[in-house]
T-cell receptor, first 112, second 113 residues
Framework: RKEVEQDPGPFNVPEGATVAFNCTYS??????FFWYRQDCRKEPKLLMS???SGNEDGRFTAQLNRASQYISLLIRDSKLSDSATYLC?????????????FGQGTILTVHP | NAGVTQTPKFQVLKTGQSMTLQCAQD?????MSWYRQDPGMGLRLIHY???????DQGEVPNGYNVSRSTTEDFPLRLLSAAPSQTSVYFC????????????FGPGTRLLVL
C-alpha cells in the first residue's frame, strides 16, 4: 500500500463548480499535512496546511480526519486559474528530518 | 530573497557523462532535499541534508551523490548518467519549525541519451 494515495483524477469541471479531492495516508503517526499545487512544468508550491480542526483560505477548505486517516481539499466556485495538479503531502514529525511524503497528485482542469 | 535557485534549467547528457546540478537557498534553512519527478511516479526523495556537513539517503539515492559544505548550497552530482535518470529534478529548502514547509526551486529538466 502506498504511504499517501490520492484520487487519480483527472477532474474536469466547469467554471463555478465545487470540486473535492481526497487523500489517504497509511502511517497513523503522521503529524503534519499539506496541500501543494503544481502548474504544468513548474515547481510545486504550498497551497495550504491542513489543521486538525479544518481550515479555510478563501475558496479553499481543507479537512483532516485522523480516525479514517484522510485529508480533503474542497474548492468552491472554481476558476480557470485553478487548473493544476494538486499534491497531498504528509509529514512524519519526530524523525530527525521530518519525512515528507508526496502523493502522486490529482489533475484538475476547469473549463469555461 | 531569491528563495531557492537551481541551475541549469535544462541539460542534455550522453550516457556515462557526469554533471552537477546546483541548488542554493538564501532563507538560512537548515534542511534541504533533492527530488526527482517522473510521470506517474510523483515526487521521490533522492537525498536530503539536515545541516552543513550532514547528508543522508532518501528513497532513490543510487547513481547520485550530494555534499553540504555550506548552509546555502546543496549540489547533486550524477556520477555516470543513465537514460533512467532522465527526469525533472527539484531542490527544496525546508523550514525547521514544526510543520516543515517546503519551498521548491524551479527545477532542472535532464535528458540522458
Amino acid at each position: 500500500r502506498k504511504e499517501v494515495e490520492q484520487d487519480p483524477g483527472p477532474f474536469n469541471v466547469p467554471e463555478g463548480a465545487t470540486v473535492a479531492f481526497n487523500c489517504t495516508y497509511s502511517n497513523s503517526a503522521s503529524q503534519s499535512f499539506f496541500w501543494y499545487r503544481q502548474d504544468c512544468r513548474k515547481e510545486p508550491k504550498l497551497l495550504m496546511s491542513v489543521y486538525s480542526s479544518g481550515n479555510e483560505d478563501g475558496r479553499f477548505t481543507a479537512q483532516l480526519n485522523r480516525a479514517s486517516q484522510y485529508i480533503s481539499l474542497l474548492i468552491r466556485d472554481s476558476k480557470l486559474s485553478d487548473s493544476a495538479t494538486y499534491l497531498c503531502v504528509v509529514n512524519l514529525v519526530g524523525t530527525s528530518y521530518g519525512k515528507l511524503t508526496f502523493g502522486q497528485g490529482t489533475i484538475l482542469t476547469v473549463h469555461p | 530573497n531569491a528563495g531557492v535557485t537551481q541551475t541549469p534549467k535544462f541539460q542534455v547528457l550522453k550516457t556515462g557523462q557526469s554533471m552537477t546540478l546546483q541548488c542554493a537557498q538564501d532563507m538560512n534553512h537548515e534542511y534541504m532535499s533533492w527530488y526527482r519527478q517522473d510521470p506517474g511516479m510523483g515526487l521521490r526523495l533522492i537525498h536530503y541534508s539536515v545541516g552543513a556537513g550532514i547528508t543522508d539517503q532518501g528513497e532513490v539515492p543510487n547513481g547520485y551523490n550530494v555534499s553540504r559544505s555550506t548552509t546555502e548550497d546543496f549540489p547533486l552530482r550524477l556520477l555516470s548518467a543513465a537514460p533512467s535518470q532522465t527526469s525533472v529534478y527539484f531542490c527544496a529548502s525546508i523550514t525547521t519549525g514544526g510543520r516543515k514547509t517546503q519551498y521548491f526551486g524551479p527545477g532542472t529538466r535532464l535528458l540522458v541519451l
